[in-house]
Nanobody, 118 residues
Framework: QVQLVESGGGLVQAGGSLRLSCAAS????????MAWWRQGLGKQRELVADITSGGRTNYADSVKGRFTISRDSAKNTVYLQMNSLKPEDTALYYCNANDPYDTSITYWGRGTQVTVSS
């Protein structure tokens, strides 16, 4: 079973930057797709960005041009560089990855809080 542990959240002023990390363990293979999701207070969880093992990326329209997802397959880690942060980016950010041997199985981390003050 894959375990995902996020880090890097915190409190930042609007316009600032944060870099989130998510380390995967419990497997000797990298997941095909790794992703970041977020859930604001009273809102539905939404996809922020995802990246395939081949490096293909996908972003939510709300973060395009501000956030960058990347991964280090050797470390089995995915990152989310967040620039020009806005108060509306405030949310609990979750890492998500599919099982390297069965892509129908997905795993979630516990989340890391990002709070952007105005």
């Amino acid at each position: 079973q894959v375990q995902l542990v996020e880090s890097g959240g915190g409190l930042v002023q609007a316009g600032g930057s944060l870099r989130l990390s998510c380390a995967a363990s419990g497997t000797d293979q990298s997941s095909d797709v790794m992703a970041w999701w977020r859930q604001g207070l009273g809102k539905q969880r939404e996809l922020v960005a995802d990246i395939t093992s081949g490096g293909r990326t996908n972003y939510a329209d709300s973060v395009k041009g501000r956030f960058t997802i990347s991964r280090d397959s050797a470390k089995n880690t995915v990152y989310l560089q967040m620039n020009s942060l806005k108060p509306e980016d405030t949310a609990l950010y979750y890492c998500n990855a599919n099982d390297p041997y069965d892509t129908s199985i997905t795993y979630w981390g516990r989340g890391t809080q990002v709070t952007v003050s105005s």
